[in-house]
């Protein structure tokens, strides 16, 4: 018999793809049902102030209209929506209510809902709708805290909600003693992911079966599930969630909404199934948003340009509400200042504040995107006033291998130890400088050609994956002899159903086409923990291994009671059990026995991929236009299961940090109303404003903490974005010394720095650091 090739590490097509592109897909608003009713949501559209009246009465007389419900409808207590990541009691009094019903909190709350014949009925009924709201001052900044005329929470006496603090080794006397100190104010604007699918749900309940049926779940089903049958008060085996396909997550949707309770209670209260189908406005409006993060960053350095300590306070303008994942960024944010460096001491404190914006969560490389701009671009500050080169400087403080694992700083409360597992970080930063040229191209820094300035910029990262703490997978030998896997993972557009087919099919020892992989419904295995933090590879790929070992084991022993010998006499190979007396027997012999095997994967440490981007860009000082003129991406995700898909994921991943680095940007004016609605305003990158982009995976370092050896990747790209862009711009614009230190990097934002540099040269002069 012919050896079989494996097929991980193969760059094998997505198996999703043929049914989607041609149309196959099947997303919550292709769904219908029988008597299928549509609901639409009546939204505040005052940011802070409260409730006097909500009027509904004209609405409910409308023809076609079935009902309007307010939160009094609801019952009492009216159901919030839980923390779902790292809980804290002391988050619980900025949970958010499915329906505002004493006041609202930014523009967007929902208020009522209702439900129509159509769509078109539904909306109308929401102009009919009538609510009395009295206006109170809006805080929309991380100046907020400081308010105290205009609290969102007056019980809590303060819109500094929730602090974490962050250390590792100890700061005392670190910065008076230091050769070289510098502080910074920086700044990452509020943006989001902007999926090409808006949220959907629909629902149905069964009334003689007593059991609820929610279509349009995505990332963490089973977790929504505990959510949804505890707001409804049922048991969770009378809910099913189901998947269906996802037009992208981010890490913005999926997770639980108020949507996600009042479309499955108004099934339940009219027996009838029921959708709503988020717009895009409403997308942009009440969508988990991210980012928005202030930070008073400190360095100190010895003469040779060794990192001794970094001291953060941050901001972190999480909006009106604590959602399901908003703790998230916040805790990132401060534990990834360091990054893949080297820094002995550090501290970190972070005052989460709330506002009236909308509730912010996680979005693709949740707070580290932020962190990497506040230290990359001190980094370059810090060299250029040190006289070190740039990418010496990182040289000097990259982990090294001999220092692995090396631990993350502690966050208080609710500390999860963590450690960059494995890792080459100054090979990759040497493989990433040698793709981009990077000694030949230095000769173009800050020069003037053709009327634009040419600048380069190099930065690190690192990126978390594979968050716990188990995941499942049951597997199945069907009658014809394939094998069925069942799996706790879902599909956010990642590949999945790809790459643990691949998996499993090794395991099984099997073709891919003798594999099937279901994902989607939490009917398919006891417990799952969904797609977020770039876990799916590594958590539910190890899980199919563990479920795949035992599922031989008892092939092996029916197959040893079909040839009548002992199991020790037998061995697996390529889906039979093979005797070493002669004969054997196929998977298809032993189909009828029902043989199946659900494993449980756990684990508590974290993976980490890293690597090194490089960018080249040119910048037209007449327009503020920035033109990336060459990008390189080198990225270690340990052992790589399917390349194909994990480069698309990266560059996928790039092109969205691009987005957000120069043109995303949510814009609220001083009473809280958002100025960027549409998509019109709230600008992303189109297909004609993709640059050339390089990006590299290689299998250097596999994870060390997991049989499989994959590393979460998917954010990785993201991640190091902002930091290198306003990097390279500034080495471009060297000559007009610009304080390059806010995000969003747009064309007007450029070019309006430009103009104040050339008119006012020394108003940006002073960086406040100093030699001692």
Known sequence: MSERKPLVGRPIE??????????????????????????????????HGTIRKIDVDEAKALKGVHAVLKASDLGLPVPFVPVRLFPNPAMEKFWQPVLAYDKVRFVGEPLAIVIAESPAIAEDALELIYAEIDALPAVSSVQAE???????????????????????GDLDGVFEAAHYTRSERLYVHRHTGITMETRGVLSEWDDREQKLTSWGASKVPFANRKILAMLMQLPETSVEMIEGDAGGSFGVRGEFFPEDFLVPFAARLLNRP???????????????????????????????????????????????????????????????IPGPYRVPNYTGTVAVI???KSPSGTYRGPGRF??????????????????????????????????FPYALPAIEPDPVLTELDSGAYERVLDLCLKKVDWEQKQTLQGALIDGRYHGLAVGCFVEGGAAGPRENAKLVLEKDGSVSVYVGSSAVGQGVQTILMQIAADAMDLDMENVRVFHGSTTYVKEGWGSY??????????????????????????????????????RYERGAVVSVHGGSVQLASLGERKLSYEATFSNSKHTYTYGSHAAHVTVDAETGHVDIVDYVAIEDAGRIINPLTLHGQAVGSIVQGLGGTFLENFVYDENGQMLSGSLADYLVPLATDYPNIRSTSIELRPSPN??????????????????????AIAAALVDFDLKLTELPLSPDRIWRMIQEATTMPDAVAGSGSFLR
């Open 370 to 403: 932020e962190a990497d701009f506040f230290r990359e671009r001190m980094f370059d500050l810090a060299a250029a006033d040190l006289g070190i080169d740039k990418v010496e400087f990182r040289r000097r403080n990259l982990v090294t291998e001999d220092q």
């Open 706 to 727: 997991h049989p499989l050896g994959a590393k979460g990747a998917g954010e990785g790209g993201t991640i190091p974005v902002g930091g290198l862009m306003a990097n």
């Open 354 to 356: 709330v506002s009236n």
């Open 14 to 47: 997505r198996i999703e793809d043929l049914r989607l592109l041609r149309g196959k897909g099947r997303f919550v608003d292709d769904l219908e049902r029988d008597g299928l009713l549509h609901a639409a949501i009546f939204r505040s559209s005052v940011a």
């Open 274 to 336: 029921v959708k709503w189908i988020e717009d895009r406005r409403e997308h942009l409006l009440a969508i988990t948003h991210a980012r928005d993060v202030a930070c008073d960053l400190d360095i100190a350095c010895d003469k040779d340009g060794h990192v001794l300590g970094l001291r953060a306070t941050l901001y972190s303008n999480v909006g009106a509400y604590f959602r399901t994942s908003t703790p998230i960024s916040p805790r990132n944010v401060g534990q990834f």
């Open 533 to 570: 933090h770039s876990r799916s590879t590594v958590m539910g790929g190890n899980a199919i291994l563990l479920a795949a070992a035992e599922l031989k084991q008892q092939i092996l022993s029916a197959g040893a009671e079909i040839l009548q010998c002992q199991i020790n006499d037998v």
């Open 146 to 168: 400081r308010n105290e005329d205009s609290m969102l929470f007056e019980d809590h006496g303060s819109n500094r909600a929730f602090e974490y603090r962050i250390k590792r």
